[in-house]
């Protein structure tokens, strides 16, 4: 009988219920990556490094072995993880407190060591976890649970650009900024994560996909105005696409 | 005339805070100090206060600003929980040798690893031994009262020694309780305009805050750490007492219930102390010698001063909330037992508890008393309370 399957849960996902909100980006995030992994045949070598935030469970659903770091520190447990076993897969799955706030520094000297990681980068432009407070991805007058009346330009500077700040680094070779907020730029985001992953396979150096995601409970917007939010507001601030591919 | 007010802990701080009214707050979030800094930004953002507020990346710089903004001659204030607190950790060592008075309120929770966003004090009896006095709250209104104390007593000119005013995560921080809050401008003439005695920029008086210190006068300076640690104790209990005429609430290094004629004591910090005080009044009614010594002040710790409330008992347990590893005891039991030294016939028994956010009720402690009547004295290792084995 031919087999009719058109879609399945990757083995790479555990079977479980997940604890994000209703609209949330890390959802559609873990799936794609679980469906790269699968589809590079790599989870029997992968390693995820999970962060703190709100995907600090991310252990509980990725069907492959995950590391718990400190906040922010996720690239440099990566980089003691590869040079000691460089067979192996190692990608960090990081948001934006994680990545562009407490752990910046990690962030920008693994890429510019040229760690040969995968770094997997969920921007939704808050702090979800501690209940919605500003990033340094929050964007000019977004109100925050400590910024109430917007964030303004010359007390806070302007929402930080990872990919556009890491791309001049020679040890970085691809980077690329995807959106989770409609099918089209979904399936777009899922090449971008899957060449972030044969880079590795093929020995090339640091790799990072910034996704853009939505956080509804925080912006306090019902999911589907959270997408329209990622696409009016949201991609203006952050462009999508390659922005280096050194290959 | 004061005013009550429904807050939860981190409220009560915030509230303390905006009375205040300090120049700088660097903050960044983390659970479950995070309510504390959202309720001031409030604050400032609906212009009850003329603060600062400086939204950083991280606790290393939260607590780098603050001594910036603090060297700079403002007055600052700070909070974080566990692993924020030991991010910050070499800025907390720098700050207390730098003599800047900030007070930092710590929202007490369990250190990693593995990761926890409960209670114990793991993460401010990790750094006890930085040079900052550590004032521990048992309920709301000590969390409000202690946050104004605190500045106070940092910022005496004999002592300039940032202050942490601790309170259980999640236990204290986000129940509501009654707090009898003072007025603004009681408040604000309690704390009085700060002046810093060496501002940077004093054309006349230059200034290096932090300037490398080797062999030649590191030593003296923290010799100097010491003893502005031990005329602390004299300014604490000088504040504590002028609070008390001021909101009809005095505070000592401790607070001792019913233990004038109790043949059995114990010691705790935080929360704890109130479910103690509760199983006390439980064992009073049937007829038992027992009492509580809730300890306030962590550092200074007032060693002679507990001694001599001691000296009537039996025999005295100590609560832990924190595991020192030491193979002897936490870090309470081990400043207690030291304190006792010369008196050899006092049984003082080790408990470590509540680790993590493990819940401590009336009936553990009134068993920590059966423990000590009958003489099952944990004194070489302490016995973990209420752990599964």
Redesign the interface.
Same mark, same amino acid.
Request: charged letters at 10%; glycine letters at 6%.
């Given at each position: 009988m031919k087999d009719s399957t058109i879609y399945q849960r990757p083995e790479s996902l555990q079977d479980v219920p997940t604890h994000y909100c209703p609209g949330c980006g890390h959802g559609t995030a873990h799936r794609l990556i679980a469906e790269v992994i699968d589809e590079l045949g790599i989870r029997e070598r992968t390693v995820g490094i999970a962060p #703190?935030g709100c995907a #600090?469970l991310a252990y509980d659903y990725f069907n492959f072995d995950v590391t718990?770091a400190?906040? /922010?520190r996720p690239p440099a447990v990566a980089t003691g993880m590869k040079r000691v076993r460089p067979e192996l897969i190692i990608f960090t799955y990081q948001g934006d407190g994680d990545l562009?706030?407490?752990g910046?520094a990690e962030t920008i000297h693994a890429a510019n060591r040229g760690e040969k990681i995968t770094v997997i980068f969920v921007n939704n432009g808050i702090?979800g976890?501690? /209940?919605g407070?500003?990033a340094?991805t929050t964007l000019i007058d977004q109100k925050t649970?400590?910024?109430?009346?917007g964030r303004s330009f010359q007390n806070?500077g302007p929402p930080l650009k990872v990919c556009e700040m890491l791309a001049p680094l020679d040890g970085t070779a691809y980077i690329a900024r995807g959106a989770l907020n409609k099918p089209a730029n979904i399936l777009k985001a899922r090449e971008y994560i899957k060449q972030a992953f044969l880079n590795q396979i093929e020995g090339r150096r640091f790799s990072l996909v910034e996704l853009l995601s939505a956080c509804p409970t925080y912006w306090h917007l019902t999911p589907g105005d959270s997408m329209k939010k990622i696409t009016e507001e949201v991609i203006p601030n952050f462009p999508l696409g390659v922005i280096k591919d050194e290959r | 005339m004061s005013k009550m007010h429904a807050l939860t802990g981190n409220e009560a701080a915030a509230y303390a805070m905006k009375q205040i009214d300090p120049d700088v707050v660097p903050?960044?979030? @983390?659970?479950p100090q995070? %309510?504390l *800094? =959202?309720t001031f930004? =409030?604050y400032v953002?609906d212009g009850a206060v003329q603060t600062e *507020?400086i $939204?950083v %990346? &991280? %606790?290393h710089s939260a607590m780098s600003a603050g001594v910036g903004a603090s060297a700079a001659g403002a007055r600052v204030m700070i909070a974080t929980s566990a692993?924020g607190l030991a $991010?910050m950790w070499e800025i907390v060592y720098i700050t207390a040798s730098s003599r800047l008075p900030i007070v930092m309120a710590v929202v007490n929770r369990a250190l &990693?690893?593995p @990761?926890n966003i409960h209670c114990d004090h793991s993460d401010s009896m990790g750094c006890r031994d930085a040079g900052w006095i550590q004032i521990y709250s048992e309920n709301c209104q000590e969390v409000y009262d202690n946050m104004v104390q605190a500045l106070r007593i940092s910022e005496h000119k004999d002592v300039l020694l940032p202050v942490m005013s601790t309170h259980d995560g999640f236990i204290i921080s986000h129940t509501v309780e009654r707090v009898d809050a003072l007025k603004d401008e009681e408040v604000k003439k309690f704390v009085g305009e700060y002046k810093s005695l060496y501002p940077l920029l004093d054309v006349s008086k230059p200034v290096t805050y932090g300037p490398l210190d080797l062999q030649d006068y590191y030593f003296e300076h923290k010799k100097q750490q010491a003893e502005a640690m031990k005329i602390a104790k004299r300014v604490i209990l000088e504040v504590g007492e002028e609070y008390g005429k001021l909101s009809g609430r005095s505070y000592g290094l401790f607070d001792e219930y019913q233990t004038e004629d109790a043949e059995y004591i114990i010691i705790a910090l935080g929360s704890t102390a109130g479910t103690a005080k509760a199983a006390v009044d439980d064992m009073r009614a049937m007829g038992k010698k027992v009492g509580v010594i809730k300890l306030r002040v962590f550092r200074p710790f007032p060693a002679p001063e507990l001694v001599q409330a001691l000296s009537n008992a039996k025999a005295v347990a100590v609560l832990d909330r924190s595991e020192g590893f030491s193979g002897i005891g936490g870090p309470l039991f081990q400043e207690v037992r030291s304190a006792l030294y010369r008196k050899a016939d006092m049984p003082v028994s080790g408990y470590v508890y509540g680790l993590g956010g493990r819940d401590i009720t009336p009936e553990m402690i009134a068993g920590v008393f059966g423990d000590l009547k009958e003489g099952r004295i944990h004194e070489d290792e302490a016995f973990h309370l209420g752990v599964r084995e």
């Open positions: #703190v #600090v718990e400190a906040h /922010g562009a706030a407490i910046i702090y976890m501690t /209940g407070q500003m340094p649970a400590t910024s109430p009346l806070e | 903050a960044y979030p @983390i659970t995070t %309510e *800094m =959202q930004a =409030q953002a *507020m $939204l %990346e &991280s %606790e692993n $991010l &990693s690893g @990761i």
